[in-house]
C-alpha cells in the first residue's frame, strides 16, 4: 500500500523564498543559475529520455561537460574533467544504480552532484547533509509532535525526509558526506537502495520509489575509516572518483574562472592580470601533490595536505585581496607567497622540510621565478 | 575499384573486386587484431588454396615447420639479425590472435606450403639501407602496426611523424572517431565474420584503402613501394607454381598495390641494387606484455589479452571478461559476487548505448569493472589492466630453435679483443690508455653487469694508478648458460648490459645500489643507461627521507663524477644529480639532527664528515658550472646552522665548528666563543665532553690544534678542572676516546703545556696581533731551517746548493717539527715517525702528561678507581696513574 507524498504538505521556507527572489541569493541553486541552458537542452533533446527525466542522459552529459546546441546555444562547462567519468556517472543514474562520487576535498564532489541532479530531476534542494550527528530522520522520516499528540499517528503527523519526497516523486536525492553519517544511520539506506521501498511501520504503510527515483552520495576519500561504509550499502552504489584536474592548463582554467566569479560576488576591487601568478599558484600545487616537478625531471616529496584545486582558488583569492587592499593593485609573488606556505605546511616539521627543499632543489634553479623564490623565502624564514 | 594509375601492360592476371574474383585472394588484415584473424581463418577454410602467401621476411620460410612444433606456443617473434653484427636486428612478434600465425598454423594443418613474401631482411637490414640504423624499433612496428608496417627504417622519425599518415587514423576521422583503435573495435574486431560472405569484410577493407591510398600514395612510407614490387613478383612465382590457388595475408595498407597491375620489369627496376647484409633468423619467445604499446618496444597494440580473450571466447565476449575479471579480483580476496558481474555487465552495455557503439570495447568494460567492482579506485583495476587487458603470457619456443644472438655478438668481441675464454685462471693487467685494454675492461665489467663472472676485479699490485686495472679471468661451462639466459636482455653485449642496467636500477631497493650501479656504468661504459640510472637516482633521493641515505649516497656518485672526468665521458647530468643531492642533504642536515641519542650523534658526524668531503670534490668538479659555485658557501651555510643550534648533540656540532674552522671560515677568536659556551658551566659535562670529542677527536688532528692555539687547550682545561667529581666518571670514556687517539708527541706536548700551567695563556693574550699560542715576530732561523725541504717540494732546485739530497731526505720530520706554523697541517708530517711508536712509547708518555695535570686528571682517576666500574677498555688511564 504505497502512499505518495505530497510535495506541498512539506513546508520548505527557505527554498520557497529562494524560488521568489533566486536575483537576491548569494549562491542561487543549479536549476536556477542555469535554466536558460536546461530549457534549450530540454527543447532539442530528441534522444529517449528515461522515465521522469527531464534530459536525455546524453544531454545530461553536455549539459555538464558543455559543448553547443545544434541552434547554437552555447553550454557552458559546468566541470572541467575527464568525458568518462561523467558519461558513467549519468550512466550509473540511467541503470537505477546510486551512485557515490568519492574523491579529495576540493574536487567538485557536491558541484556535480548538484548538477547532475538539477539536470536529471530539475530540483537539487533534495539533500541530506551529512555530519556525525545525522540522524535517521534525516534520510527516513520524523514526526511533527504536536500533530502527533493531537491526533495520534497519521500521515499529516509524518514529517517526510528528502530521501522520502525524492523516492514518492521519483527524483534525484542527495547525500552529502556519507562517511561522516553515523553507521547505524547510514544502514537506513540499504533498505532504500535495494528494495527501493521505505516502511512506515507506526502506520503499516510503506512508500515505495517511483521510476526516476535515484540517489547521489558523495564521500571524501581522505576521511577513509571515519565511517566506512558497510560492504552491503557499498555495493549498492556505483563508484566514481572525481580526480584532480590532469592538466596544468584545465587547472588554470578552474581557478581562474573561479577566482573571477568569487571575486565578482564578493566585490573585491578588480585586479588585472593575475594568470601568470595563478599559473604559478597551479604549478606548485600540482608539482608538489603529484610529487614531481611539470617537466617530469624531478621528483618531490608530497606534503601532508591534499594541495586541491579549492584551495588554489582560495590562494589565489587571498591573494587578489591582499593585492588589491594592501599591495599595488597587481597580484604579485609576495600576495601569494604567504598563502602557499600555509596550505602548504600543514604538519610543521615533515612539510617544512618538504618546503624548503622544494624552494632550493626546484624554485631557485628556475628562470623567471627569482621573485617568487625570493617572496618565498622571506615568508618561510 | 583496383588501382588507379596503371603502369604499364597488364600482364598479372586479377584485378577483382570484392568476394572471391579471379586472381589470388588478397587478405588485407591488421596485424594483431582479432577480428582480422577469425576473418581469415573462415576465407582460408572457404577458398582452401594451395599455398598461403604470408607478410614477412622469406628467409624464414625455413621456420615455418617449427611454429607446429609442440613446444611452440605464442606469443613468439621471428628474430633476424646480421650474422657479424647481432645489433642490427628486426622482430616479427606474432600472438594467438595474429592474422599471420592464423594462416601459418591453418597452412600446418592442411598441409598447404606457407610461405613469407616481404622485402627479404637480408635488405632490410643491410647497413646503407637509406643511411639510417634499422634498429630494433622500425621493423618491429612493420608487421605489429596498424594496417601499414608503418616502421620499416625508412625515414628518420621525426621526419616520419610529420609526413607519413596513418590509414587507420585517417578512416577513423572520416567516420567520425577520434581514436583509431576504437573505431577499428567498432567496425572490424566487434564483427564476426559475415556467416554468408566470408570475403566479404575483405572486399570492404581493400575499398576503402583503395580510395585512400589513391588520396596519399605511399603516405610517406617510402619504402613500400619496394616492398610491394617484391611481393607482386613473389606472388607471381607462386602463381606460376599453383595457379589461382593461392592466397595472400598482409597488411590492407598493402592490397590495393598488390592487386594493381605492374609490369615485372618496373618490378625488377626497382628491386635492382638493394643492398644486401647476411642475415640469420630464429624464433624468440616473446611476451604479451613486449606486444603491448607499454613495453616501448612499439609493437602496437594497448590490449594483447583483451584481443586474445575476443579470439578465444566462443560467445558473450563481455559476459566472460566480467566473469574473469571478478574471478581474478577474489583471488586477491576482494569481495566480488556474481551481482557485481551483473551490475558490472548492465553498466558496460548501458555506457556503450549511450556512446552509441555496437558492442561495449574495452572502454566500457573497463570503466564499469571501476565503477562497480572496483569501488572507483585504479588500484585493483591496475591489477586487472596488468593481468588480464595486457596479460603474463609468455611464448615458448622449441629447442630446435636457432641460437640466440648475444652468444655470438661475445664470441666476435672475443676475437676482436683476443681475449680467449679458457678455463684456466690467469690474471690479466690492463692499462685503460691503450684503446685494446680499455676495450676489454668495458666488455668485463658489461658482462659483470650481465652476471656473467668471466672476470673478476683484483687489487693491482704495483701501480695503484686508476688507468690501471688488473682481472682474474676464468671461463666455466656453466657461463654459457648464463649468456644463453642473458640473452633476453638483448642482442648485443652492449644493448643486454644497458637494458640490465636500467632494470636493475629501477629494481634496487636501496639508494646506494643505484649509486654504485652509476658507478658501474660508468666503467662499463653504458651512456644510455646512465640517464634511467640517474632518473632512477633523483627520484630515490628526493623521496628518500633518510638524511643518512643521502649522504651514503653523494661520496659514491661524486667519486663517480671525478672517474667520469677522467674517462671523458659526458658526466654532466651526474653532477646535475649530485648537485640535487647535495641540496636535499643541505636542507635535511640540520633537523635531522635534533634529538638524537649518543650513537646516532656519531654516525651523524661521521655523515657530516663525508658529506664535507664530497662537497670539496662537488665544488671543484663543478666549478665553473652556472650556480654550482655556490655549493660551498651553501655547506658552511649549513655547518654554521649546525655549529650555532643547541638541539644538535655536541659531537655534531663540536665537528661543526671545527670544519668551518678548517675551511677558514670560521675565525679563531669565534671558534674560541663557540667552544666557551659549549663548555660553559651550564651545559651538562656529557654534552661539553661530546663537543669536545667532536672538535679535536678522530682522527682529525684535532691534537696539533690544541697544541698550537693555547686559548682552546685552556678553554679544555678550564672546563675539565671544573667538571664535578661525580660527572667526570662519566665524562671519562668520551675524554679518553678523543686523547687517546693523538700520537704520542702530540701526547706529550700537550702534557707539557699543561704543566706548564697558565703561563702560556696569558701568553697568548698578550700576543695580540700574530696567532694564538705564537710569538708576534717570526723566529727567523727557525723559519730558515724549513727553506731546503720547501723548495725541494716545490722543485725549485737549491737555493744555496747547500743540503745535499741525504740531508734533505732525512731532514723532513724534524724540519717540519720546527718548522710548521700552520697547525693542523702537520699531522701527516708527524705520522712518518709516528706510526713506529707503539704502546711501549704510548703509556710513558701518558703517565708523563698525567701526572703534569696532577691537579684534574689524577683525582679523577682515583676515583674512578674507586669506583671501578671501567675496567677493561680504560685500563690506559688505569695503567697511567699511579
Known sequence: MSVSVEPTSVDTPAGERGESRPGEALRPHAEHAFAAELAALAAQDDRPRPERWLLSPWAVATYLLGGTLPDGTVITPKYVGPRRIVEVAVTTLATDRALLLLGVPGTAKTWVSEHLAAAVSGDSTLLVQGTAGTPEEAIRYGWNYAQLLAHGPSRDALVPSPVMRAMAEGMTARVEELTRVPADVQDSLITILSEKTLPIPELGQEVQAVRGFNLIATANDRDRGVNDLSSALRRRFNTVVLPLPASAEDEVDIVARRVDQIGRSLDLPAVPDGIDEIRRVVTVFRELRDGITSDGRTKLKSPSGTLSTAEAISVVTNGLALAAHFGDGVLRAGDVAAGILGAVVRDPAADRVIWQEYLEAVVRERDGWKDFYRACREVSA | ?882
Not at chain 2, 641494387?273 to 613495453?295: D, E, I, M, N
Not at chain 2, 643507461?529 to 628518500?544: E, G, K, S
Not at chain 2, 717539527?817 to 711501549?840: E, F, I, L, R, Y
Open chain 2, 1 to 882: 575499384m583496383s588501382a588507379g594509375p596503371g603502369a604499364g601492360p597488364p600482364p598479372a592476371p586479377g584485378a577483382g573486386a570484392g568476394g572471391r574474383g579471379p586472381g589470388p585472394l588478397l587478405l588485407g588484415v591488421r596485424h594483431h587484431g582479432p577480428g582480422s584473424a577469425r576473418a581469415v581463418r573462415a576465407a582460408l577454410d572457404a577458398a582452401a588454396p594451395r599455398v598461403v602467401l604470408i607478410e614477412g621476411p622469406p628467409e624464414a620460410d625455413a621456420l615455418v615447420p617449427l611454429a607446429a612444433d609442440k613446444e611452440m606456443r605464442p606469443p613468439v617473434a621471428l628474430l633476424a639479425h646480421v650474422t657479424d653484427e647481432p645489433g642490427r636486428s628486426a622482430f616479427w612478434p606474432l600472438a594467438e590472435f595474429s592474422p599471420e600465425w592464423v594462416a601459418i598454423r591453418w597452412a600446418l594443418e592442411h598441409g598447404v606450403e606457407a610461405r613469407f613474401i616481404d622485402l627479404p631482411a637480408a635488405h632490410t637490414l643491410a647497413p646503407e639501407s637509406e643511411g639510417t640504423d634499422p634498429g630494433q624499433d622500425g621493423p618491429v612496428d612493420a608487421p605489429a602496426g596498424a594496417v601499414p608496417p608503418a616502421g620499416d627504417s625508412a625515414p628518420p622519425p621525426d621526419e616520419a611523424a610529420a609526413v607519413r599518415i596513418d590509414p587507420l587514423a585517417v578512416l577513423a576521422e572520416t567516420a567520425g572517431y577520434d581514436d583509431p583503435e576504437r573505431w577499428w573495435e567498432d567496425v572490424v574486431e566487434h564483427r564476426g565474420p559475415a556467416a554468408d560472405d566470408p570475403f566479404a569484410p575483405f572486399a570492404v577493407l581493400e575499398e576503402a584503402m583503395t580510395s585512400l591510398r589513391e588520396a596519399y600514395g605511399d603516405g610517406g612510407h617510402k619504402r613500400d613501394p619496394v616492398r610491394e614490387a617484391y611481393m607482386r613478383l613473389r606472388i607471381r612465382a607462386a602463381q606460376r607454381e599453383f595457379a589461382d590457388d593461392v592466397a595472400v595475408v598482409c597488411g590492407a595498407w598493402h592490397v590495393p598495390a598488390l592487386r594493381r597491375r605492374a609490369t615485372v620489369g618496373a618490378d625488377r627496376a626497382l628491386l635492382k641494387g638493394l643492398p644486401k647484409a647476411k642475415v640469420q633468423l630464429t624464433w624468440v619467445p616473446w611476451t604479451h606484455r613486449r606486444l603491448s604499446r607499454a613495453s616501448g618496444y612499439g609493437a602496437g597494440i594497448d590490449s594483447p589479452g583483451w584481443y586474445g580473450h575476443l579470439f578465444s571466447a566462443p560467445d558473450r565476449p563481455v559476459e566472460r571478461w566480467m566473469t574473469k575479471v571478478a574471478r581474478l579480483l577474489r583471488d586477491e580476496d576482494r569481495g566480488v559476487s556474481s551481482a557485481h558481474v551483473i551490475e558490472a555487465v548492465r553498466l558496460a552495455g548501458t555506457l556503450a548505448a549511450m556512446r552509441g557503439r555496437p558492442l561495449p570495447g574495452l572502454t566500457e568494460t573497463t570503466d564499469a569493472v571501476r565503477a562497480v567492482m572496483c569501488e572507483g579506485s585504479d588500484v585493483p583495476l591496475d591489477l586487472v589492466r596488468d593481468r588480464l587487458v595486457v596479460g603474463e603470457v609468455l611464448g615458448e619456443v622449441p629447442e630446435s630453435a636457432p641460437a640466440v644472438p648475444l652468444q655470438r655478438d661475445l664470441a666476435q668481441a672475443q676475437r676482436r679483443l683476443r681475449l680467449k675464454p679458457e678455463p684456466l685462471e690467469r690474471e690479466i693487467e690492463l692499462d685503460l690508455r691503450k684503446e685494446t685494454d680499455a676495450a676489454r675492461s668495458t666488455l668485463l665489467h658489461r658482462l659483470r653487469l650481465l652476471g656473467i663472472a668471466w672476470g673478476e676485479p683484483v687489487v693491482s699490485r704495483g701501480s695503484t694508478g686508476t688507468f690501471r686495472e688488473t682481472w682474474r679471468l676464468r671461463w666455466e661451462p656453466e657461463l654459457s648458460v648464463r649468456v644463453a639466459e642473458a640473452g633476453v636482455w638483448g642482442t648485443t653485449v652492449l644493448a643486454a648490459a644497458t637494458a640490465r642496467a636500467e632494470a636493475d636500477a629501477v629494481g634496487a631497493p636501496a639508494l646506494a645500489e643505484v649509486t654504485a650501479l652509476a658507478e658501474r656504468c660508468l666503467l662499463a661504459e653504458l651512456p644510455d643507461a646512465l640517464p634511467v640510472v640517474m632518473r632512477v637516482l633523483a627520484d630515490r633521493a628526493a623521496l628518500d627521507t633518510d638524511v643518512g641515505h643521502l649522504a651514503q649516497a653523494l661520496p659514491a656518485l661524486v667519486r663517480s663524477l671525478r672517474y667520469g672526468d677522467v674517462r671523458g665521458t659526458d658526466t654532466r647530468a651526474l653532477a646535475g644529480v649530485a648537485a640535487g643531492l647535495a641540496e636535499r642533504i643541505f636542507v635535511g642536515l640540520p633537523p635531522a639532527c635534533a634529538a638524537l641519542d649518543g650513537d646516532a650523534a656519531v654516525e651523524m658526524r661521521g655523515h657530516v664528515e663525508a658529506v664535507h668531503g664530497a662537497v670539496g670534490l662537488l665544488a671543484e668538479a663543478t666549478e665553473g658550472a652556472a650556480g654550482a659555485g655556490g655549493v660551498r658557501g651553501r655547506w658552511h651555510a649549513v655547518l654554521r646552522v649546525l655549529a650555532a643550534r643547541d638541539t644538535v648533540p655536541g659531537v655534531v656540532a663540536g665537528r661543526a665548528v671545527r670544519l668551518l674552522l678548517d675551511e677558514g671560515e670560521l675565525a679563531q677568536e669565534e671558534a674560541a666563543r663557540l667552544m666557551g659556551l659549549a663548555l660553559s658551566p651550564g651545559t651538562e659535562p656529557a654534552d661539553g665532553a661530546a663537543w669536545i670529542e667532536g672538535f679535536v677527536g678522530g682522527g682529525s688532528g684535532g691534537g696539533m690544534l690544541l697544541v698550537h692555539d693555547e686559548r682552546l687547550l685552556a678553554l679544555v682545561d678550564t672546563w675539565l678542572t671544573g667538571v664535578p667529581a661525580e660527572a667526570f666518571t662519566d665524562v671519562l670514556p668520551l675524554l679518553r676516546r678523543t686523547f687517546s687517539a693523538y700520537e704520542p708527541g702530540v701526547r706529550r706536548t700537550l702534557g707539557e703545556l699543561v704543566r706548564r700551567g697558565p703561563a702560556p695563556r696569558t701568553n697568548a693574550e698578550a700576543t695580540g696581533s700574530g696567532l694564538p699560542g705564537f710569538a708576534p715576530d717570526l723566529d727567523t732561523g727557525r723559519a730558515d731551517a724549513v727553506l731546503p725541504l720547501l723548495s725541494l717540494l716545490l722543485g725549485l732546485g737549491d737555493p744555496d746548493g747547500e743540503p745535499g739530497t741525504t740531508d734533505t731526505e732525512t731532514d723532513p720530520h724534524t724540519g717540519t717539527v720546527t718548522g710548521t706554523h700552520s697547525g693542523t697541517g702537520d699531522g701527516d708530517a708527524h705520522t712518518g715517525t709516528g706510526t713506529d711508536n707503539d704502546a711501549h712509547t704510548g703509556p710513558g708518555t701518558r703517565a708523563d702528561s698525567d701526572s703534569t695535570r696532577a691537579d684534574s686528571g689524577s683525582t679523577g682517576a682515583d676515583s674512578h678507581r674507586d669506583s671501578d666500574s671501567h675496567s677493561d677498555s680504560e685500563d690506559d688511564l688505569v695503567r697511567m696513574a699511579p
